[in-house]
C-alpha cells in the first residue's frame, strides 16, 4: 500500500466500512437548541440503545426527545402507524405542548418504506402542532449529518409567518419611501384586516397558521404584489445593500452564535437570524432578498434547500473554525454584502500570538485524521497553519462544491507552511487505515472511540473525534479550545513517558 504524500490535493474514495456515529444522534444537540421542540425518533430497539448509550447522563434530565419503538407488527404492517403515531403524538402535546415535533425517520421506517411525509400533514392538522419529518438515518447519512437532514426539513417546510410577511413590508424602507399612496392604503386596510381577523393568536403557532388560511385569496394577492411592486422600484437595489438580510445555518450553543454575531457586527453586518432559531416560533425570514451562510461543513443539504427552495442568495465560504478560517469567513460576507472588512489582520495576528504555547506543543507533529463527522477538512487546515504536519483526511462524504472555498484554504495553508498535501480519503476504510497509521507512526490519530484504546495500547497518542462536534470551536475566542483538546493526549503521554508504558500489547512491535 502506497504512503506516499501527493503534491496537489487528492481525492480518494475507499469502501465505507469505517466507525461513526449514527445520525439519529443528532436529537442530543438539536432538542437542547431548539427550547421548544420535541423529538420523535421513529425506529427499534437498536436505535433506542444506541441513543440511550451514546447520550449518556441526559437521558436521566427528561429530554424532549422519545422512541416511538417499532413492533414485529408494525413491520408487518399488521398495524395502522398512523393511529399509533397519532396516540403518541397526542401524549406527546398533552405532556410537553411543543410548538414542533419533529419526526426522525430510521434505517427500518426507510427500509419497510413508511410513509411518513405523507402521513404527517394529515396528523398534524388533527394536533394542532406542525410536524417536521427528517430522515435521518444511519443507511445514507453519517453522524452529523443528522442535522443536515433536520434543518433541510424544516428549510424545505418553512413559510413565512403572516406577521413576518407585515414585519417585512412594514420596515422595508423602499415600501416607506415610496410615493405609492394608494400602495400605503392599501397595506393600511389589509393589516386592520387581518388584525381583526387573527385576533390574539400567537405568531408562527400553528393556531395562528390555521386562521392565516382562512383569510381570503385576494388579501394574500395583494401583499404578494405589494412585494413585486417595492421589487420594481429603481431606487431597490441600492436599499438592498444597506438593509441586507443575513441568516446564519448551522447548530452552535447560544454562547458561540452570540460571538459570531460580535464578530460580524463590528463589520457593520447585522445577523438578522439563524437557523435553527432558539425557538421555532421565531425562525427567521428567508426569501429571495436573503443572504445565508453556513458555520459547518455538514450543512450542504440545508444549503442547497435554502437555495432552491427558498430562493436565498447562498454564501460559500471557509468555515469559522481557526482564527484563519474564522477571518476568511467573514472577509468572504463582507465581500458579498459589498463591505471593506476591517482590523481583521490584526484579530487574526493576536489570536496566533495568543496561542503560542500551545502551537510550541504541536509545531512539526503529525496528524492522522480516520474521519467520521465532516469536520475534518477545517480541523486539519486549522491544524496545517499551526504547524502541524497532516498525513491523512480521512472523512465520511465530501460535497466539493460546498466545501471549495475551505479546500481553497487547505490548499493555501499547506502551501504557506511548505508541507506536503495530505490525502482526502472519502468513505474511508477502517482496516486500511490502521494499516496505514502502522507505518507512519503519527503523532496522534484522531478517531472514534472504537480505535482510540486499541491504538493507544500500541503507542499511538490518539484524540476522540466526538469531541470536536460538542466542543466549542467556532470564532477567533474558540481556537484555544481546539488546541486544548488536540494537545491534552500529548500532554498526558508526555508526562506518563518516564513510567515506560507506551506499548501494552505483545505484538512483536506490529498493530
Ligand atoms: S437509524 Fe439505523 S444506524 Fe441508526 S441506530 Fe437506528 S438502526 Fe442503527
Not at 7 to 31: D, K, Q, R
Not at 474 to 501: M, Q, S
Request: aromatic share 10%; net charge neutral; with cysteine.
Amino acid at each position: 500500500m502506497s504512503t506516499l504524500f501527493p503534491e496537489t490535493l487528492i481525492f480518494e474514495c475507499e469502501t465505507g466500512n469505517y466507525h461513526t456515529f449514527c445520525p439519529i444522534s443528532c436529537v442530543a444537540w438539536l432538542y437542547q437548541k431548539v427550547e421548544d421542540s420535541f423529538f420523535l425518533v421513529i425506529g427499534t430497539k437498536t436505535c433506542g440503545y444506541f441513543l440511550q448509550n451514546a447520550l449518556g447522563v441526559m437521558i436521566f434530565a427528561e429530554p424532549r426527545y422519545a422512541m416511538a419503538e417499532l413492533e414485529e407488527v408494525d413491520v408487518a404492517a399488521k398495524l395502522e402507524s398512523y393511529d399509533e403515531l397519532k396516540r403518541l403524538c397526542f401524549q406527546i402535546k398533552q405532556d410537553r405542548n411543543p410548538t414542533v415535533i419533529v419526526w426522525i425517520g430510521t434505517c427500518t421506517t426507510e427500509v419497510i418504506q413508511t410513509d411518513l411525509e405523507g402521513i404527517a400533514p394529515t396528523l398534524e392538522s388533527e394536533i394542532g402542532i406542525p410536524i417536521v419529518v427528517a430522515r435521518a438515518n444511519g443507511l445514507d447519512y453519517a453522524f452529523t449529518q443528522g442535522e443536515d437532514t433536520v434543518l433541510a426539513a424544516i428549510a424545505h417546510r418553512y413559510q413565512p409567518s403572516y406577521s413576518q410577511k407585515l414585519n417585512k413590508i412594514e420596515t422595508s424602507s423602499a415600501f416607506l419611501n415610496s410615493d405609492d399612496s394608494l400602495l400605503k392604503l392599501n397595506y393600511i386596510r389589509q393589516k386592520t384586516l387581518a388584525k381583526n381577523t387573527i385576533g390574539e393568536s400567537q405568531p408562527g403557532t400553528f393556531k395562528f397558521l390555521t386562521k392565516l388560511k382562512q383569510l381570503s385569496q385576494t388579501l394574500f394577492l395583494k401583499i404578494t404584489s405589494s412585494f413585486s411592486e417595492q421589487d420594481r422600484l429603481p431606487q431597490k437595489q441600492k436599499e438592498k445593500q444597506k438593509d441586507h438580510q443575513l441568516v446564519l445555518f448551522g447548530s452552535v450553543p447560544n454562547t458561540v452564535s452570540t460571538q459570531l454575531t460580535m464578530e460580524l457586527q463590528k463589520q457593520g453586518i447585522n445577523v438578522t437570524g439563524w437557523l435553527p432559531s432558539p425557538r421555532y416560533a421565531d425562525l427567521p425570514f428567508l426569501g429571495k432578498e436573503v443572504h445565508v451562510c453556513a458555520i459547518n461543513p455538514f450543512l450542504s443539504r440545508t444549503a442547497t434547500t435554502l437555495l432552491r427552495r427558498q430562493k436565498c442568495s447562498l454564501i460559500t465560504a471557509p468555515f469559522p473554525i481557526g482564527p484563519d478560517g474564522t477571518r476568511g469567513w467573514i472577509e468572504k460576507i463582507c465581500s458579498v454584502l459589498n463591505l471593506l472588512p476591517h482590523g481583521l489582520e490584526k484579530r487574526e495576528a493576536d489570536i496566533w500570538k495568543s496561542l503560542e504555547d500551545y502551537l510550541q506543543l504541536v509545531r512539526g507533529k503529525s496528524v492522522f485524521f480516520m474521519g467520521d463527522n465532516l469536520l475534518e477538512i477545517c480541523l486539519a487546515r486549522f491544524l496545517i497553519r499551526c504547524g502541524m504536519i497532516v498525513y491523512e483526511i480521512g472523512i465520511p462524504y465530501i460535497d466539493k462544491k460546498f466545501q471549495a472555498p475551505e479546500l481553497a484554504l487547505l490548499e493555501k495553508a499547506c502551501q504557506q507552511m511548505n508541507v506536503l498535501f495530505p490525502r482526502l480519503v472519502e468513505r474511508p476504510d477502517n482496516y486500511y487505515q490502521v494499516q496505514r497509521i502502522r507505518e507512519l507512526q503519527p503523532d496522534l490519530a484522531i478517531t472514534g472511540m472504537a480505535h482510540a484504546n486499541p491504538l493507544e495500547a500500541r503507542g499511538v497518542s490518539t484524540k476522540w473525534s466526538v469531541e470536536f462536534t460538542f466542543a466549542q470551536i467556532h470564532g477567533f475566542t474558540n481556537a484555544r479550545d481546539i488546541l486544548e483538546l488536540v494537545t491534552r493526549p500529548l500532554r498526558r503521554n508526555k508526562a506518563l513517558d518516564r513510567l515506560g508504558w507506551t506499548q501494552l500489547v505483545k505484538t512483536n512491535g506490529d498493530i
